[in-house]
């Protein structure tokens, strides 16, 4: 790995951080801006640097650092009702480095398909903890955890890809490769 692809990684871990403490409550399930940075990741990082970014957060938030929404951090968070959503951004951003891999799709195409794919991994696991978690059915904890975020979530993905693709061109334009 690259000094460069290095620093790359850790300027997402801290965008991941910062957009986490951006932090609205609206019941269990805060608002945040994590999706937005989540949708940048897989655009400026390689897929490998795209895991290791989101990996390395998650790490950081498992030894306590405040890393997570409302400045909080440590192993519970990831057994908590919330937890799933943070287990659901690795396997998003795989879904989505995975998908942006294959060639033979329009690129077009791939971004479109690995956001949505990162966003439903993402619901997916977060329902499905929260559901289990708050002993409450999966259609309770899918109006709690997704119906209420499904437009600004469409609207942070949106935003994430166009600045990640400004960002990608940016640095192409520099001369300096996306590894």
């Known amino acids: ?83 799933g959503f943070l287990w659901g951004f690795f396997i998003g951003t795989a879904a989505a480095v995975a998908v942006r891999a294959q060639k033979m799709l329009p690129a077009m195409v791939r971004t479109v398909l690995a956001l949505v794919l990162l966003i439903l991994c993402s619901y997916i696991a977060g329902t499905i903890q929260f559901a289990l978690v708050s002993g409450s059915s999966p259609l309770a904890g899918l109006a709690v955890c997704v119906f209420p975020f499904v437009v600004p979530d469409i609207i942070k993905l949106a935003c994430g890809c166009a600045l ?16």
């Open 164 to 179: 990640g693709q400004a960002v990608r061109r940016a640095l192409s334009a520099r001369g300096t490769s996306m590894v």
């Open 1 to 83: 790995m690259s000094s460069r692809e290095i620093a790359r990684i850790a300027v997402c871990v801290a965008l991941l951080a910062v957009s986490a403490w951006v932090s609205i409550p609206l019941g269990p399930v805060p608002f945040t801006l994590q999706t937005m940075v989540l949708a940048l990741v897989p655009m400026v990082l390689s897929g490998r640097a795209a895991l290791w970014a989101v990996g390395c957060y998650l790490l950081l938030g498992a030894i306590g650092l405040p890393v997570f929404s409302n400045m909080s951090g440590g192993l519970a968070m990831f057994a908590g009702p919330t937890g």
